[in-house]
């Protein structure tokens, strides 16, 4: 089993900033891929910032340069810094992460959901 555990989600004021933290725990053999996904009111859920194939790091378009992901691997843990944040950031951001059991294959985990407010 793997739990994913979110946090750091509220409202602030447009050009405020918050930072999002993803711990993963359970059982993890490894750590494939982490990232943040988000989904607002009335869309499909999107690809916010992602670790992919290693250190390699893909953001979604509307938020490079204002947000970073980042982790701590001794930690499973995931984070993502968002600045100058603007009213259409608003949503649930999801971690995900795929993790590669002790057989060694790979599971998708999503972790609770995390309400990001910005008011103008």
């Known amino acids: 089993q793997v739990q994913l555990v979110e946090s750091g989600g509220g409202l602030v004021q447009a050009g405020g900033s918050l930072r999002l933290s993803c711990a993963a725990s359970?059982?993890?053999?490894?750590?494939?891929?982490m990232g943040w996904y988000r989904q607002a009111p009335g869309k499909q859920r999107e690809l916010v910032a992602a670790f992919t194939n290693g250190d390699n790091t893909q953001y979604g378009d509307s938020v490079k340069g204002r947000f970073t992901i980042s982790r701590d691997n001794a930690k499973n843990t995931v984070y993502l810094q968002m600045n100058s944040l603007k009213p259409e950031d608003t949503g649930i951001y999801y971690c995900?992460?795929?993790?590669?059991?002790?057989?060694?294959?790979?599971?998708?985990?999503w972790g609770q959901g995390s309400q990001v407010t910005v008011s103008l």
């Open positions: 995900n992460v795929v993790v590669v059991a002790t057989s060694r294959a790979l599971f998708q985990h």
């Open positions: 359970g059982s993890i053999f490894s750590i494939n891929a």
